[in-house]
């Protein structure tokens, strides 16, 4: 099993930043694909960012290219999301997941964490 807790949320106002941590415990953690997914109310869950097992490969969705940036560092069991420029729109609950594939483009990871709020506002 993979336990994950997400840290880091909280309130920033627009063209701020945040750093999101998610500390992984359990299973082998450097094997995994992480991803970060977020949920904003009344919409659905959506990968934010995701990165390959050695941090070879990433992606992103289009609305925060540029923006965030996804890392890993696999000594500390962590991976991190650097959030820059945040926006209202940033506003939802960001949850930490993780893949037993070494690097996969789906959405359906096998572990969860519970989330942590980031909310964007003036």
């Known amino acids: 099993q993979v336990q994950l807790e997400e840290s880091g949320g909280g309130l920033v106002q627009p063209g701020g930043s945040l750093r999101l941590s998610c500390a992984a415990s359990g299973r082998t953690f450097s094997r995994n694909t992480m991803g970060w997914f977020r949920q904003a109310p009344g919409k659905e869950r959506v990968r934010v960012a995701a990165?390959?097992?050695?941090?070879?490969?990433?992606h992103y969705t289009d609305s925060v290219k540029g923006r965030f940036t996804i890392s890993r560092d696999n000594a500390k069991n962590t991976v991190y999301l650097q959030m820059n420029s945040l926006k209202p729109e940033d506003t939802a609950v960001y949850i930490c997941a993780a893949s037993l594939a070494l690097w996969t483009i789906s959405s359906k990871y096998d572990y969860w964490g519970q989330g942590t709020q980031v909310t964007v506002s003036s």
């Open positions: 990165i390959s097992w050695n941090g070879g490969l990433t």
